[in-house]
């Protein structure tokens, strides 16, 4: 997949796409259909299938007081995924304050038709673009009419009765439902994090624990979970506790894994966590012991829920 940094840098194999625009943060199962029925018709006209998206995401320059902006995959992870998905090419736009007062006009014009010459651009159901956000369906549907481009618009997509989209996704995640946040996601919530020197508590209560500095803001609220670990390609069953340890008291919030049936050095190395389900929350035990019998009915708990999801 080529990446586009520039709009000058637009080789003529890449003219006459089939598009899609968007943030497309998550890349999730509604962002997933779109892609598809891009790569379908651009096959079809025998044309290049191009994403347009932008870094940094919109908000966080439209909106920098509101912090921290959340973000389901970082650059690198949702360019992979659209790779995964036969994109051609990405067309990723620098966004900053002056780009965001670009009108829809200008947009359309300048970007999609002289540098596209797009033959056919698919939409979101909600999407708007351009200064003001004046940018539309009807907008776009106007301007194909003169250039000569069609526009789809792709409906919402549902997972029972709930709405894909990567806002509802990060609600789940910020309310620990990070099984609805995989579902609608089409695979679990992820998230890396480097092993560093931890409290060490673990090891006399029986459970060894990794401790982790993520290296994503979005997690999920404190509490223990069931995870698949990934360390070196090869995945693990996992129980990962995010919180204060309220037994021992700790000022800090730590993230602490424990990996079913291992027992290998991890310090400094760097591991993928993916979130199944949520357990339980985070409680105050009596004391050591308490807390021990507790984390024995984690990880028997975490073993049944973890059986799909490891061979």
Same mark, same amino acid.
């Given at each position: ?22 943030? $497309? ?5 509604? !962002? ?24 940094? !995401? ?7 007081? +509101?912090?921290?902006?959340?973000? *389901?995959? %970082?650059?690198?992870?949702? #360019? ?14 620098? $966004?900053?304050?002056?780009?965001? +007062? ?6 359309? &014009?300048?970007? #999609? ?8 651009? $698919?939409?979101? !159901?909600?999407? %708007? ?30 997972? @029972? ?12 995640? &910020? ?10 996601? @089409? ?5 890396? @994090? ?17 401790? #982790?500095?993520?290296? +994503?803001? *979005?997690?999920?609220?404190? @509490? ?19 919180? !204060? ?8 919030? %730590?993230?602490? *894994? ?12 760097? #591991? ?18 308490? *807390? ?20």
């Amino acid at each position: 997949m080529k990446i586009i940094n520039s709009f000058d840098s637009v080789s003529d194999e890449f003219k006459g796409a089939v598009a899609t625009i968007g943030n $497309f943060d998550g890349v999730h199962l509604g !962002h997933q259909q779109i892609f598809r029925k891009v790569v379908e018709e651009a096959r079809q006209y025998q044309s290049k299938a191009v994403v347009i998206t932008f870094d940094p !995401h919109p908000k966080s320059v439209l909106h920098p007081e +509101k912090r921290p902006f959340y973000l *389901l995959t %970082t650059l690198e992870e949702k #360019l992979k995924l659209i790779e995964s998905l036969q994109i051609d090419a990405v067309m990723l736009i620098p $966004f900053s304050l002056e780009f965001s +007062k670009t009108t829809a006009k200008d947009f359309v &014009c300048g970007i #999609l038709w002289e540098q596209l010459r797009i033959r056919k651009i $698919f939409i979101g !159901h909600d999407y %708007t673009f351009g200064r003001g956000k004046e940018g539309s369906e009807e907008y776009l549907t106007r301007f194909g009419k003169k250039l000569g481009f069609q526009v789809d618009v792709t409906n919402a997509v549902k997972v @029972g009765e709930i709405v894909i989209s990567s806002t509802q996704i990060r609600n789940s995640i &910020c309310e620990g439902d990070v099984k609805t946040a995989g579902a609608l996601l @089409g695979r679990p919530y992820n998230v890396k @994090g480097r092993v560093t020197e931890g409290y060490r508590r673990g090891i006399g209560l029986g459970f060894p624990t990794a401790n #982790l500095e993520p290296e +994503k803001d *979005l997690l999920p609220p404190e @509490g223990v979970y069931a995870v698949i670990a990934e360390r070196k390609g090869t995945r693990h069953q996992g129980v990962l506790n995010i919180g !204060h340890n309220p037994t021992f008291e700790n000022q800090d919030q %730590t993230v602490e *894994l424990h990996i079913l049936d291992f027992s290998a050095d991890l310090y400094r190395e760097e #591991l993928e966590i993916f979130f199944i389900d949520r357990i339980r929350d985070e409680i105050r035990f009596d004391g050591p012991e308490s *807390l021990a019998n507790r984390i024995r009915q984690d990880v028997a708990r975490a073993r049944d829920i973890l059986k799909p999801h490891v061979s």
